[in-house]
Each structure stands twice: as C-alpha cells, then as structure tokens.
C-alpha cells in the first residue's frame, strides 16, 4: 500500500515548484515582446531613446529571467525523481513535447539571449533586433509545448493502454499537437503573460511619471505598455472564454466544480458569481446568479444541460465498475503467454475505464473483493473539492476584469496626453503590479486542482503516479526548495525593486535623472 | 514508418549519448571555470572577467544538459523514472547547486558589497564542483550497478541509500570528472583571456591534466581486475516491443570488457584519451590556445565514448537483480514515439547547430577589463 503523506509531500513539492517558476515565466513572456516592440520602433526611427528603453527593460527581463531558468530546472527533473511511475507510464506521450520543447524552443531562447545582453556592438541594429524577436519567439514557443504536455494531463487524447509494455502509449502525434485544450491554454497563458509584462512596464512608468523624474522615457514606456496591454488583456479574456466552452467539452467535472453545480440545472444554466459552496450538503449558500450566461459560455447554446457534480458521480461509479471489468481482463491477458484475441478485443472494448479502476484500488487494493460502499466511496472521490476552485477562478476572473479597466484607463488618458494630471490613473497603475501574478498563479491553481483526483485525466489517479521514495527523502527535497526558492526570490525582489527605482539612471549614458 | 524499431532503438541510444558529450563539452566548461573562478582570479576586476568569460553563453551550454534529460523522458522513460528516484538525494543536490548557478551570474555584480560577491563566488564554486562530482559518482555507480528492481506494473524500486552511492570506485569516478572538467575549462580560459592570465593558469593544465589521467588509467585498471560486468544471455526479438525483466543476464568478471574483446579497434579511444589530453597540455604550454582547446574537448569525448563503449548496450544494470538492468533494447519508448522523436531531431538538431555556432563565433574574441565598463556586463 502507497503511503499516502508520500504522495500529499509530492504534491506539495510539485504545486509550489511549479507555482515559484510562474512567478518569473509569465513577465518573461511578456516583456520579451515589449522589448522586440520597444526595438522595433528604435529601428525603425533611429530615436536613441527606444534604445535605451529596451536596453533598460531588458535589464530589468535579465533579472527576471536568471530566476526563471533557476526555478524551470527543478520542473524538468521532478517528474522523474518524484512522480516514477507517473513517468514510465505516460513517459512515451508526456516526454515527447519536452524534449521537442527543449529543442525547437528552449535551445533558441537561451541561444540568443547572451547575444541579446552581449550584442549591442557587435551586431548591426537589424541583426541586433532580429535577436530580440528570437529570444521572444523562443520564450512563446517554449510555452507553448509546455502547455501541450500539460494540455495532455488535463484531456489525454491521441494516446491508448500497451497491455504487453502496461503503459500508456503515443498513437497520434497530430491528437497531442492539436489537443482542443492546448490551443485555447496556450493563447490564454501567453496572453496573460503579455498582460503581466504590460502592467509591469505600466506601473513602473507610472512611479516615475508620479516622481516626475525621466518623463520622456517614462511617458513612451508607458503608452507602448497601455497599448500592448490592452490588446492583450482583451485576448485574456477573450479566450479565457473559449476556454470555459472547451473546458465545457471535455472537462465536465472540472467546470461543474469551478460553478458549484451540484445539481445538473434545467438549460441555459446561470452563472454563480457569488456564494459560499457547501460541500457536505452539496448546495451553494448565498448564491447570486445571473441567468442563462452559463449556458451560453460552456455550451455555446440554450438548451444543453451542464451536467451538476451529483450525476457525474453517479456516471463515474458505472465507469468505475466497468473498470474493474477490465482489469479483470487485463490480469488475465497479462497472465497468459499467447493471449486469446477475443480476451483482447473484450479488453479494447472497456479499458477506457481501466483508470476508474486504479481510483479504486487505493480504497480496495483487491479490487475484485471491493464493495458497494467501498465502490460509493471511490466515486464520490472522483470531483476535487469545490470551495478552492470557486473562490480561485472568482478571484482570477475578477482581476482580469480590474486590469482590463486599467488598460482602457490608460490608453484613453495617453492619447488625450494628459497623463500627468491623472495621478489617480498613476498610482492604480503602480498599486496594480501585484495583480497580474495573483491572477495568474489563481489561474493554475484552477487548471491543476480542478483535475485531481487525477494526474492523467481519467487514467492515471495522482496518488498511483508516485515513486517509491521515503518520507525523509521528500520532506528533505521540499524544505530545501522553500528555503533555497525563498532566500532567492527575496534577493531577486530586492534588486529588481532597486534598479527599478533607479531606473534608466542605471543604463550610464548619462542623460537620465541621476547622472545630472 | 521509415527505420524498423531494432535501428531506432540503436539511433537512440546515439542521439543521447551525442547530446551528453555535447553538454560535457560547452557546459562542462563552464563548471570547470567555476571550479577554477576562486584560485585564478584575486581582485574583484579579475573575478568579473573570468565571470563573463563564459556570462554570454552559459545559458545555452546548459540547455543541453535539460535537453538531454527531456529526450531521456521520452526516449528512454523507464531509464528516467528509475535513475531519477535511485539518485535521488544526489540529483537534488545537483539541482540545488545549478538553481543558484542563474543568479549566480546574473546578481553577483549587480551590489558592490564585499560580502555580497564573496557569498556569489562561492555559490558559484559550488555550483561547478558538485554537479562534475555528482555526475562523474552517478556513472561509477552505474558500472557497478544500482540496487533495484520492478515490480509487476514496472514501477521502479530503489533498495539502496545515498551513502553507498559514495564508494571509494565511484569517487575515483568523480576526482576524474572534476579533473577533467577543470581542465577543460582551464584550457578554455587561457583562450579566452588576456595573458597575464595564462601564466597562472599553467600549473592548472598540469594539476588536472595529469590528475585525470592518473585517474583514468587508475579506473580502467580497477575495471578490469576488480568490477563485474554484465552480458545479456538470452533476450527476445529486439525489433520487438519488450520490458527488462523479460532477458536472461550474467553477471561476469572482466564483462565490461567484452566489447573491446570483441573489437579490438576499440582500445582507440582509451588511448586518444590520454593523448588529446597529453597534446592538450604541450598545446597549451606553448600558447597553441586553440589547438589545445580542440584536443581538450576530443579528450573529453573520447574518454566519455569509452565508457559508453564499455556499457554498451547496457543503460542502467541492476546490481541486485541483473536480469532487470536496463538496455537499450527494452528501455525505450514505442517504435512510433522513437520514431517522431527521431524526425524532430533531424530537424532541430542541424538548426541548433547552425544558429550557435553563429552566436559563437559572433561572441568570441579574447575578453578584457575593458569590457567591464559596458553596462551589460556581469
């Protein structure tokens, strides 16, 4: 029997690993561009004041990124030192798009980035700008595959059971590429990493348009940001709304427990914005809902139910028996040295529940001894718990909503030009820096708790993807990364908050506010 | 599907073992000059040089190293879920000292307090030294074969401790790693710097250049006198999908010589070892920079061909249970994973090379104080 503080350990490590690298991915992702935009415009001008722009914030990028590859190794690697079994079994798809991550992006981004930092005299301006817009493809692409991989753990298409290997194994390649799922999540991420790197611009332009120190840097920083934000913060929302429908699709308990649907309402469903979700009596308390918007957003239509959390565990217990149906088989196939191929085809017909029965396997090990009660039990362990997924996408969805205001704010006041009079707008902008990250670790939050009881959806439970490691093993490894993590993001916020402060004074051309 | 799976698995095991010589080369010279960075550099100035040395390309360098782990996930996802909970403790270790390598770089010169650099350099030292030890330990061990086995769905078990991971063969293991590794890098800094440097750097090339080789003759000969080997008995098709367990191994005194018994051409690389490394050293003493570079970094992949070379085709050997070792026949992923696997290689690999060796060469050209003083510099 697994141990069970073994796997809650795991999960831990793994939650805030990947929780400290998203702190440093998304400005990444964001700033990168704004620094190629920022370029663009130096190039294509010849004004020396978009150099010194990029050259500045691309400081600032370099900050940023050194704790960004810091923080990603730990990712690559932990897949394997805590979650073995995880990896032999779904290592023949999972690995495919790091490795091809690794090649077509990874390699590219940080290929350039010395050339970026290190180039400035000895490249010509183009091949200098071309290098940008590298290093900022590089970063997008590499999010991209890494967000195919995780597509796949939420919604593992293209992929079936090798019952002679006992694994998962890759059957399309076009299936992963073109998961649903991968699509809209990789638009929604990369977007609001470009909102995050325009609200960091924003605000830290906004401090100096507030101090009044270096104000035509500060002004143009802060209108390609307002522009380049609103932009994105629209596409954020934009397609965090294609992704309410296709997590819709495919990902029914995932949505009905982000809404606190217990019940399958009659079509077109409201949207809860408020309320406080009872799990035990399975109701939302104080709900405040706003008819029909549900509906429309995760059907895209007015008369097709969304299925409530009661009745898809009552649908999950069926899958559960039919599980261990066929692993009845399976046993039987594994057994045998020539396997009758009418066992084979019986198995084929069912193994797509083969997960549902290694759910139950941690409430009955023997699962053809397991109860109806034990049966009941495993099935209502098939939804996560609601109350963090509720409240996470209400925050996440909220902020949104709160920068998209801000952008609208501050493009329409930046075309007025008359920035300096709106100190309100300013320091908004400045108080807004946090929000962007809070909205975006929420976020994932969403994407990887409103898949448990799962690693791989419907076929691998989290808690069987463990390796066969001890407590102290893991107790240790989780405590050295908190402390290591939290002296370096402190160090790491100490100076960016420096030299954000100091500000284009740092670049040593001696035309800004503290040369003088 | 263009190759059957027996070539694939074989091409595989190529493409692998290329990407960790090519890491061992660029990103191995970068632990070898945070090796050196305490002991060739006094004042703060000399310090930032040899940082930036290899600030603008270190990044890249480590990517083969995350590239190779990431094609083993895919490749080879039996070898990755085992070794990785095997070395466990040791590969935390090395993911601890490499975390602290990025703001290493980055933060060191960013505040003039004493302290502040003093606690980088270190960090710095650290994150050179432990990752050439640990990697150097973790390929002793895998001749003498880790302790573990599988169970009936092939999850991996890992029966040992770190401790034993740390026996006096797999530590001659990891002084050689360490020596070479600084010699390289050793090799590379007189190239890159001006020199007043190459001067001190001398007693460096003779230090681990003969250190290495004393210790690789020394591991060879414990190879032969003193470790089993292992050779496959029986296996089924290997065009055929098939899990460890499924061979017949024996477990051999001299077996990891078998293939140099089998193709004597073989004894080649052992000897170009220690003659790229003995070249590498004249070069260098008599300011053939380049050239010696060119002889370290063949040093390097000779004497990693022939350990692989020895394995071959074994990946990872069980030391308490042999017929669960893993090779290159039964590790792998499906033929069709190999297979798509394989064509993004063809594609991506040539591009990667293209691309960097412009940055490369766009990059290059002997550093100098002077370059302190641009704003970009570490």
Same mark, same amino acid.
């Given at each position: 029997?697994?141990?069970?503080?073994?796997?809650?350990?795991?999960?831990?490590?793994?939650?805030?690993?990947?929780?400290?690298?998203?702190?440093?991915?998304?400005?990444?992702?964001?700033?990168?561009?704004?620094?190629?935009?920022?370029?663009?415009?130096?190039?294509?001008?010849?004004?020396?004041?978009?150099?010194?722009?990029?050259?500045?914030?691309?400081?600032?990028?370099?900050?940023?990124?050194?704790?960004?590859?810091?923080?990603?190794?730990?990712?690559?690697?932990?897949?394997?030192?805590?979650?073995?079994?995880?990896?032999?079994?779904?290592?023949?798809?999972?690995?495919?798009? =790091?490795?091809? /991550?690794?090649?077509?992006?990874?390699?590219?981004?940080?290929?350039?980035?010395?050339?970026?930092?290190?180039?400035?005299?000895?490249?010509?301006?183009?091949?200098?700008?071309?290098?940008?817009? $590298?290093?900022?493809?590089?970063?997008?692409?590499?999010?991209?595959?890494?967000?195919?991989?995780?597509?796949?753990?939420?919604?593992?298409?293209?992929? *079936?059971?090798?019952?002679?290997?006992? !694994?998962?194994?890759?059957?399309?390649?076009?299936?992963?590429?073109?998961?649903?799922?991968?699509?809209?999540?990789?638009?929604?991420?990369?977007?609001?990493?470009?909102?995050?790197?325009?609200?960091?611009?924003?605000?830290?332009?906004?401090?100096?348009?507030?101090?009044?120190?270096?104000?035509?840097?500060?002004?143009?920083?802060?209108?390609?940001?307002?522009?380049?934000?609103?932009?994105?913060?629209?596409?954020?929302?934009?397609?965090?709304?294609?992704?309410?429908?296709?997590?819709?699709?495919?990902?029914?308990?995932?949505?009905?427990?982000?809404?606190?649907?217990?019940?399958?309402?009659? #079509?077109?469903?409201?949207?809860?914005?408020?309320?406080?979700?009872?799990?035990?009596?399975?109701?939302?308390?104080?709900?405040?809902?706003?008819?029909?918007?549900?509906?429309?957003?995760?059907?895209?239509?007015?008369?097709?139910?969304?299925?409530?959390?009661?009745?898809?565990?009552?649908?999950? /217990?069926?899958?559960?028996?039919?599980?261990?149906?066929?692993?009845?088989?399976?046993?039987?196939? &594994?057994?045998?040295?020539?396997?009758?191929?009418?066992?084979?085809?019986?198995?084929? &017909?069912?193994?797509?529940?083969?997960?549902?029965?290694?759910?139950?396997? !941690?409430?009955?090990?023997?699962?053809?001894?397991?109860?109806?009660?034990?049966?009941?039990?495993?099935?209502?362990?098939?939804? #996560?718990?609601?109350?963090?997924?509720?409240?996470?996408?209400?925050?996440?969805?909220?902020?949104?909503?709160?920068?998209?205001?801000?952008?609208?704010?501050?493009?329409?006041?930046?075309? &007025?030009?008359?920035?300096?009079?709106?100190?309100?707008?300013?320091?908004?902008?400045?108080?807004?820096?946090?929000?962007?990250?809070?909205?975006?670790?929420?976020?994932?939050?969403?994407?990887?708790?409103?898949?448990?009881?799962?690693?791989?959806?419907?076929?691998?439970?989290?808690?069987?993807?463990?390796?066969?490691?001890?407590?102290?093993?893991?107790?240790?490894?989780?405590?050295?990364?908190?402390?290591?993590?939290?002296? $370096?993001?402190?160090?790491?916020?100490?100076?960016?908050?420096?030299?954000?402060?100091?500000?284009?004074?740092?670049?040593?051309?001696?035309?800004?506010?503290?040369?003088? | 599907?263009?190759?059957?799976?027996?070539?694939?698995?074989?091409?595989?095991?190529?493409?692998?073992?290329?990407?960790?010589?090519?890491?061992?080369?660029?990103?191995?010279?970068?632990?070898?000059?945070?090796?050196?960075?305490?002991?060739?550099?006094?004042?703060?100035?000399?310090?930032?040089?040899? %940082?930036?040395?290899?600030?603008?390309?270190?990044?890249?360098?480590?990517?083969?190293?995350?590239?190779?782990?990431?094609?083993?996930?895919?490749?080879?996802?039996?070898?990755?879920?085992?070794?990785?909970?095997?070395?466990?403790?040791?590969? @935390?270790?090395?993911?601890?000292?490499? %975390?602290?390598?990025?703001?290493?770089? /980055?933060?060191?010169?960013?505040?003039?307090?004493?302290?502040?650099?003093?606690?980088?350099?270190?960090?710095?030292?650290?994150?050179?030294?432990?990752?050439?030890?640990?990697?150097?330990?973790? $390929?002793?061990?895998?001749?003498?074969?880790?302790?573990?086995?599988?169970?009936?769905?092939?999850?991996?078990?890992?029966?040992?401790?770190?401790?034993?991971?740390?026996?006096?063969?797999?530590?001659?293991?990891?002084?050689?790693?360490?020596?070479?590794?600084?010699?390289?890098?050793?090799?590379?800094?007189?190239?890159?710097?001006?020199?007043?440097?190459?001067?001190? +750097?001398?007693?460096?090339?003779?230090?681990?250049?003969?250190?290495? %080789?004393? =210790? @690789?003759?020394?591991?060879?000969?414990?190879?032969?006198?003193?470790?089993?080997? *292992?050779?496959?008995?029986?296996?089924?098709?290997?065009?055929?999908?098939?899990? #460890?367990?499924?061979?017949?191994?024996?477990?051999?005194?001299?077996?990891?010589?078998?293939?140099?018994?089998?193709?004597?051409?073989?004894?080649?690389? #052992?000897?170009?070892?220690? $003659?790229?490394?003995?070249?590498?050293?004249?070069?260098?003493?008599?300011?053939?920079?380049?050239?010696?570079?060119?002889?370290?970094?063949?040093?390097?992949?000779?004497?990693?061909?022939?350990?692989?070379?020895? =394995?071959?085709? @074994?990946?990872?050997?069980?030391?308490?249970?042999?017929?669960?070792?893993?090779?290159?026949?039964?590790?792998?992923?499906?033929?069709?994973? +190999?297979?798509?696997?394989?064509?993004?290689?063809? %594609? @991506?690999?040539?591009?990667?090379?293209?691309?960097?060796?412009?940055?490369?060469?766009?990059?290059?050209?002997?550093?100098?104080?002077?370059?302190?003083?641009?704003?970009?510099?570490?």
């Amino acid at each position: 029997m697994l141990d069970d503080s073994i796997v809650q350990l795991s999960r831990l490590q793994f939650a805030i690993t990947a929780l400290y690298h998203f702190i440093f991915v998304p400005l990444t992702l964001g700033l990168a561009f704004i620094l190629a935009i920022m370029e663009s415009v130096y190039v294509l001008t010849g004004k020396e004041i978009y150099k010194d722009m990029t050259r500045f914030w691309g400081k600032l990028f370099g900050i940023n990124f050194a704790m960004g590859v810091a923080t990603g190794l730990t990712m690559e690697f932990q897949f394997g030192t805590n979650w073995a079994y995880y990896s032999y079994f779904v290592g023949d798809i999972f690995g495919v798009p =790091l490795a091809i /991550e690794g090649l077509m992006a990874f390699f590219l981004e940080s290929t350039f980035i010395g050339l970026f930092f290190f180039g400035w005299d000895k490249l010509s301006k183009a091949q200098h700008l071309a290098v940008t817009w $590298l290093v900022a493809i590089g970063s997008n692409l590499s999010a991209m595959w890494i967000l195919i991989a995780n597509a796949w753990m939420q919604h593992p298409i293209g992929a *079936y059971f090798n019952y002679e290997t006992m !694994r998962m194994e890759l059957g399309s390649f076009a299936d992963l590429f073109f998961n649903p799922v991968a699509q809209v999540k990789f638009v929604h991420t990369v977007a609001a990493g470009y909102v995050t790197g325009a609200i960091f611009v924003l605000g830290i332009s906004s401090y100096y348009l507030l101090k009044q120190r270096d104000v035509a840097f500060a002004r143009r920083s802060f209108a390609v940001a307002a522009g380049f934000g609103l932009a994105s913060a629209l596409s954020v929302i934009v397609l965090g709304d294609a992704s309410g429908y296709t997590v819709g699709e495919v990902q029914k308990v995932k949505l009905a427990a982000i809404e606190a649907e217990w019940e399958t309402a009659k #079509p077109p469903a409201g949207l809860t914005i408020f309320g406080i979700p009872n799990q035990k009596e399975k109701r939302v308390d104080y709900a405040v809902r706003i008819p029909y918007v549900l509906g429309l957003i995760a059907t895209r239509s007015i008369d097709e139910p969304i299925l409530g959390l009661n009745e898809l565990v009552a649908q999950n /217990e069926n899958k559960i028996r039919l599980g261990i149906k066929a692993h009845a088989l399976l046993e039987q196939i &594994k057994t045998s040295t020539t396997p009758d191929p009418n066992l084979i085809a019986e198995f084929d &017909k069912i193994k797509d529940n083969l997960g549902y029965a290694l759910l139950l396997k !941690r409430y009955q090990p023997n699962l053809p001894a397991a109860t109806e009660d034990e049966i009941k039990l495993a099935a209502s362990h098939t939804i #996560p718990q609601v109350t963090p997924l509720f409240w996470t996408f209400r925050i996440m969805v909220g902020l949104g909503f709160l920068m998209l205001f801000l952008f609208i704010g501050a493009f329409y006041f930046n075309i &007025k030009g008359k920035l300096h009079e709106r100190k309100w707008l300013l320091r908004w902008a400045l108080y807004s820096i946090p929000l962007p990250w809070i909205a975006a670790e929420c976020g994932w939050v969403v994407a990887e708790y409103g898949r448990q009881p799962w690693a791989i959806g419907e076929i691998l439970p989290t808690y069987m993807g463990v390796s066969s490691i001890s407590h102290s093993q893991v107790l240790s490894s989780l405590a050295g990364l908190i402390v290591f993590y939290s002296i $370096l993001l402190v160090v790491e916020l100490y100076l960016m908050i420096k030299y954000a402060k100091l500000g284009p004074s740092t670049l040593g051309t001696k035309r800004y506010f503290f040369e003088q | 599907m263009v190759f059957d799976y027996a070539t694939l698995k074989l091409l595989w095991w190529f493409i692998i073992l290329a990407l960790f010589i090519v890491f061992c080369m660029l990103g191995g010279r970068d632990f070898g000059v945070s090796i050196l960075l305490p002991w060739v550099s006094d004042s703060d100035d000399e310090r930032r040089v040899v %940082i930036n040395s290899i600030g603008s390309t270190w990044e890249a360098n480590q990517v083969w190293f995350i590239t190779f782990a990431a094609a083993i996930f895919a490749a080879w996802p039996i070898v990755y879920a085992t070794s990785f909970t095997a070395l466990y403790a040791a590969l @935390f270790l090395v993911l601890f000292t490499l %975390i602290i390598r990025p703001p290493g770089i /980055e933060y060191r010169s960013k505040l003039p307090s004493k302290a502040w650099r003093q606690t980088w350099d270190c960090a710095l030292f650290l994150s050179g030294i432990v990752p050439a030890l640990i990697l150097g330990v973790a $390929l002793g061990n895998i001749f003498l074969g880790l302790p573990f086995h599988f169970d009936d769905n092939l999850m991996p078990h890992y029966e040992g401790g770190f401790i034993q991971l740390l026996n006096p063969f797999s530590i001659l293991f990891g002084l050689a790693s360490i020596s070479i590794l600084a010699f390289h890098g050793s090799i590379f800094l007189q190239k890159k710097l001006p020199a007043e440097y190459g001067e001190r +750097l001398k007693k460096f090339h003779i230090l681990f250049g003969w250190g290495f %080789i004393v =210790l @690789f003759v020394l591991i060879g000969m414990w190879i032969v006198w003193g470790v089993n080997g *292992y050779h496959i008995d029986a296996m089924l098709d290997v065009n055929h999908a098939m899990n #460890p367990p499924q061979k017949q191994v024996s477990v051999v005194l001299q077996g990891w010589l078998s293939n140099y018994h089998q193709y004597p051409a073989l004894w080649v690389l #052992p000897v170009v070892t220690v $003659l790229a490394v003995i070249l590498a050293m004249i070069a260098a003493l008599n300011v053939a920079s380049t050239l010696a570079w060119l002889l370290s970094a063949l040093s390097l992949v000779a004497a990693l061909l022939t350990a692989s070379a020895a =394995l071959f085709p @074994f990946i990872l050997p069980s030391l308490t249970h042999p017929q669960h070792s893993i090779t290159l026949w039964d590790g792998t992923s499906s033929h069709r994973t +190999l297979q798509y696997m394989f064509w993004a290689v063809v %594609i @991506f690999l040539p591009l990667i090379v293209a691309y960097s060796s412009w940055v490369f060469s766009v990059l290059s050209g002997k550093l100098n104080k002077e370059d302190l003083k641009r704003v970009e510099s570490y």
